[in-house]
């Protein structure tokens, strides 16, 4: 089971951090990762984290958005910074691109 939170409503140039818990997974194995979904556009990966600890990050968060995970807790986080309008979506964690949890919805209005 994975299960994002720590979304909510933010102004813009504020922060926010969500969190993902991922039970019953072979969490240090895998590699995790953060989607968004836009309202009218398709899901597209923001982040990822490999099990050695490696990230990515697509140019439009890259400079403002910090993946981490901790093996201990089973949980990745994504640490949102500068948040613009436009990073409004409904957030997922994935592992192995393969499993997915519910969303969580982050608005970014003033």
């Known amino acids: 089971q994975l299960q994002a939170s720590g979304g909510g409503l933010v102004q813009p140039g504020g922060s926010l951090k969500l969190s993902c818990v991922a039970t019953?997974?072979?969490?240090?194995?895998?590699?995790m990762s953060w989607y968004r979904q836009a309202p009218g556009k398709e899901r597209e990966r923001i982040a990822y984290i490999t099990s050695s600890g490696t990230t990515g990050y697509i140019d439009s968060v890259k400079g403002r958005f910090t993946i981490s995970r901790d093996n201990a807790k089973d949980t990745i986080y994504l640490q949102m910074n500068s948040l613009k309008p436009e990073d409004t979506a409904v957030y997922y964690c994935a592992l192995n691109d393969k499993y997915w949890g519910r969303g969580t919805l982050v608005t970014v209005s003033s």
């Open positions: 019953r997974f072979d969490f240090t194995r895998s590699r």
